[in-house]
């Protein structure tokens, strides 16, 4: 079985969107609205990339996609 492709997710607040990256993909840099938009991209996307970077063959590509979105809970305050 092949290693999975490590792949970041994170909330873009200013423009509302999920923004993926990874050191995995040469050249990957894509952003959604939702994770599940975001996670049906990267998976044309990512073959294409890794076909344009000289990843000849590359099949099935298994990845592995982290999301991280910080956020403020705010207390009832008395």
Not at 14 to 22: F, I, K
Request: with cysteine; glycine share 6%; hydrophobic share 45%.
């Amino acid at each position: 079985m092949q290693k999975a492709l490590f792949i970041r997710a994170e909330w873009d607040d200013e423009a509302s969107v999920w923004v993926a990256t990874s050191d995995d993909v040469p050249g990957l840099a894509t952003e959604a609205d939702t994770l599940e938009a975001l996670s049906t991209k990267l998976e044309s996307l990512v073959p294409e990339l890794l076909e344009a970077n000289g990843y000849l063959n590359v099949g099935d590509i298994p990845f592995e996609l982290l999301a991280r979105k910080y956020s403020v809970a705010h207390g009832i305050h008395c």
